[in-house]
């Protein structure tokens, strides 16, 4: 299995909503990552977890927040986001070091 | 600040040409680079990895690096219509896993 999986494919909330996105690997990856994109642009890189534990967080404000359950699974709480947090959430997983694979992302929108 | 730099394009090119598609990065220290395909509205792609001077073939794809110059390359032979996509060229310092993306080439193959 050489799948990234994430869910929910589209997401629309508002800006009092609590929601989290969900992503999955099967691949045995020991660092998995959270990105944004904006429309015409490059994935900007949220997080990073390796081995489980945060070890990158690229001053990403608090309203996002990361859970690594376990080593198959990472999650993105949002809370109290902004319409300008509207973007494609990416979910990466790589070897420790190395290639990334994406998921095929969320669609965001805050309204 | 590392950088990756790539132009914005669009490239365009009649199908069955070579598209060459080019990137620099001011990092001595990036060990590892990588080419994403990401089509409109969907998620980057990895195609190819590089990890030493020289080329790097599979199948269509040809990957050129050059730590000298610093430059890193991605020729694509035989180009097809479905090749019409944002090429993303990233790099690794291979430190903390942290890619570093350029803005990307739109190429637009043409009939």
């Known amino acids: 299995d050489t799948e990234v999986t994430q869910t929910p494919k589209h997401l629309v909330m508002g800006m009092t909503n609590k929601k989290s996105l969900k992503c999955e690997q099967h691949?045995?990856?020991?660092?998995m990552y959270w990105y944004k994109q904006k429309a015409k642009k490059p994935p900007e890189l949220m997080f990073v977890?390796?081995?489980?534990?945060?070890?990158i967080n690229e001053s990403v404000p608090s309203r996002f927040s990361p859970e690594c359950p376990n080593s198959s699974l990472l999650n993105l709480h949002l809370h109290a986001l902004q319409p300008e947090d509207s973007a494609l959430y990416l979910c990466?997983?790589?070897?420790?070091?190395?290639?990334?694979?994406f998921g095929p992302g969320t669609r965001l929108t805050v309204l | 600040q590392k950088e990756v730099e790539q132009n914005s394009g669009p490239l365009s090119v009649p199908e069955g040409a070579i598209a060459s598609l080019n990137c620099t990065y001011s990092d001595r220290g990036s060990q590892s680079f990588f080419w994403y395909r990401q089509y409109s509205g969907k998620s980057p792609e990895l195609i190819m990895s590089i990890y030493s001077n020289g080329d790097k073939e599979d199948g269509r794809f040809t990957a050129q690096l050059n730590k000298a110059s610093q430059y890193v390359s991605l020729l694509i032979r035989d180009s097809q219509p479905s090749d019409s996509a944002t090429y993303l060229c990233a790099d690794d310092t291979g430190t903390a896993s942290k890619l570093t993306f350029g803005t990307g080439t739109r190429l637009q193959v043409t009939l």
């Open positions: 990466a997983s790589s070897q420790e070091l190395g290639e990334q694979f």
């Open positions: 691949m045995g990856h020991r660092a």
């Open positions: 977890y390796s081995y489980e534990k945060l070890s």
